[in-house]
Structure formats: C-alpha cells, structure tokens
C-alpha cells in the first residue's frame, strides 16, 4: 500500500518512472541485504522507533 501511494505522488510532482519503480522496492524491502539504501532506510526506521 505504501508503495503505491508514494507513486502515485511521486508521479504528481512529476518523477520518473524508473525512479518510482526504485522507491517502491525499497519501502518493499527488496534485496534487503544487497542494497545498501535498503539497510539506511531500515536502520532510520529502527532508530526513529527507538527515539
């Protein structure tokens, strides 16, 4: 669900499409461990919970 309504925003303000198909897999958590972008945005997650 996260993943669709971020596309269809990012398609709002005009994103591309490889750009938004890329976002989308990582609020998927694709390639969790391969992709280092991946790990940052589940790191900030644990650390905002945390606070």
Same mark, same amino acid.
């Given at each position: 669900?996260? !993943? @669709? &309504? %971020?596309?269809?925003?990012m398609? +709002? %303000?005009? +994103?591309? @499409? +490889?750009?938004?198909?890329? &976002?989308? /897999?990582?609020?998927? =958590?694709e =390639?969790?461990? /391969?992709?280092?972008?991946?790990?940052?945005?589940?790191?900030? &997650? !644990?650390?905002?919970?945390?606070?």
């Amino acid at each position: 669900m996260h !993943g @669709e &309504v %971020t596309g269809e925003t990012m398609r +709002d %303000t005009g +994103d591309n @499409e +490889d750009m938004i198909a890329y &976002v989308q /897999a990582l609020l998927r =958590k694709e =390639k969790l461990k /391969a992709n280092p972008e991946s790990q940052i945005l589940e790191d900030v &997650v !644990g650390l905002v919970f945390l606070q």
